[in-house]
């Protein structure tokens, strides 16, 4: 007794020097928000992804060169009339052109731009879909933590409390008051709720390194639900609303519909392949050479060019033809995937839905399960003093109140989750909800 004293005594120290340093649910979200390796991958993907709309632009801009040449040249010209000597000459020329071209019809060049902003429009959900999914992982691994931490608690109490029961079914069969079918039994049981605790506490561990993977850091005690813990059904109350804005508003709908539109638009840019190019063409260049025969001059050239130049593609050996048609297959696949991401956004909604409107329900009859349990093992407990009642009621009555208590920490946690994922379900997850799940929290 003892010992189970001084542990207790331990444990209680230990849970106040946590609680002291405890951080909650807001805390561990910013830490992972600058820590997490998923999020840092979709926040450098969404950087990368600005420069789309500069290269889809640089094709309808001027492109201005310029080149340079010079050479050396060794000539030796024979003539066919054998009257006539041969002429040796070796001289340099030398060339510098300057070349501007200012695109004014390129359908592709023009499809590409459009793509453009919509890849942008695709790394913006895509930013936005890693962060819902950075909230619903840190709340996920913060509560995965609480409820491990629980369910040490209750095998360490119930352990406690089977140990001092195992002890009085002892000194009850010493002196004749139980049989030793009490003792055996309670025996059974404490040997059950040590492997119990064994389990929870390495399960316990594991979460706790879960967490740790978010936030790149070693776990650090963390607030706990307190009373100022309220349950309230979503709202509108009304599962087919929720359906119909998720339908609309959930992002990963959002980005297969950018994706859908980046299809269309690559059937256009490749159809324009079939279509002629227009440019306004300039160039200056300046070219000098050496005349190469003996006695001769040099000369100097200057040459000013600007115009238009239609190019129009007659056959390229059906190329273009098969991309349209790969294109108009891909354009077919993102439709539905499009289709398939509605529906489970719906069917995610509806889950969400039932989850927090369930929860409430749950969650309120275990809270009437714990009282009545409560009230059980009193009962029995006095039946057992009596003589009406025997150790392993009392046994029975106990394992039943931990089981409840156990029961009632995961639905707890489990609504809270289903809330979260319900706004998350229409695109509507923000840091405000888990500001707002966190002033429930006590440290």
């Known amino acids: 007794m003892m010992r189970l004293l001084a542990s207790a005594s331990f ?12 951080a909650d649910l807001v805390d561990i979200y910013r830490e992972a928000r600058g820590s997490d390796a998923v999020y840092a991958s979709a926040r450098a993907a969404w950087t990368a992804a600005q420069e789309k709309l500069p290269q889809g632009r640089a094709g309808l801009l001027p492109q201005l060169s310029i080149s340079a040449s010079t050479q050396y040249n060794d000539r030796d ?19 510098v052109t300057l070349s501007l071209t200012q695109p004014l019809f390129r359908a592709q060049n023009l499809a590409q731009y459009e793509q453009a902003k919509t890849q942008l429009t695709q790394a913006d959900v895509q930013l936005a879909l890693a962060g819902q999914d950075l909230m619903l992982r ?81 776990a650090p005690g963390l607030a706990r639900l307190g009373q100022r813990f309220a349950l309230s059904l979503p709202e509108p109350n009304t599962m087919a609303a929720w359906v119909q804005e998720a339908n609309q508003s959930n992002l990963q709908v959002q980005l297969n519909q950018a994706g859908l539109t980046f299809a269309a638009q690559e059937v256009t840019r490749n159809r324009g392949g079939h279509l002629p190019t227009l440019d306004a063409v300039a160039s200056y260049s300046e070219a000098g050479s050496g005349s190469g025969i003996t006695g001769g001059s040099g000369t100097d050239i200057t040459t000013k060019v600007i115009g238009l ?14 991309r349209i048609r790969e294109a108009l ?42 009282t009545s349990s409560q009230s059980s093992l009193d009962s029995t407990r ?29 639905a707890t946690y489990t609504y809270i989750l289903s809330l979260l994922k319900l706004k998350a379900a229409v695109g509507r997850l923000a840091e405000d909800d888990l500001i707002q799940v966190n002033a429930w929290l006590e440290r």
Do not use: C, M, W
Request: avoid cysteine; proline fraction near 2%; charged fraction near 20%.
């Open 138 to 218: 840190v709340a996920q691994a913060y509560f995965d933590v609480l409820l491990a931490q629980d369910n040490v608690a209750f095998a360490g109490a119930q352990k406690a409390a089977i140990a001092e029961q195992l002890a009085q079914a002892k000194r009850n069969f010493e002196v004749g008051t139980a049989t030793v079918t009490d003792q055996h039994e309670a025996q059974a049981r404490y040997d059950l709720t040590v492997s119990q605790e064994i389990a929870a506490q390495n399960d316990l561990e594991l979460k706790r390194r879960a967490l740790e993977q978010l936030t790149g850091k070693p």
């Open 11 to 22: 444990a209680f120290l230990l849970a106040a020097a946590s609680a002291a340093s405890a």
């Open 309 to 322: 130049q239609l190019t129009l593609p007659l056959y390229q050996g059906g190329l273009t033809s098969s």
């Open 382 to 410: 006095l039946g057992l003093e009596v003589g009406v009642r025997t150790q392993v009621d009392v046994l029975n009555a106990q394992q039943q109140l931990f089981s409840t208590r156990r029961d009632l920490a995961q």
């Open 77 to 95: 010209i024979r003539f066919r009339n054998p009257a006539q000597a041969p002429a040796v000459g070796q001289f340099n020329s030398n060339a």
């Open 329 to 370: 297959a891909n354009e077919e696949r993102a439709r539905q995937d499009l289709e398939n991401a509605r529906r489970t956004a719906e069917l995610t909604a509806r889950q969400a839905f039932l989850g927090v409107s369930n929860g409430v329900a749950q969650v309120q009859a275990l809270q009437a399960a714990l």
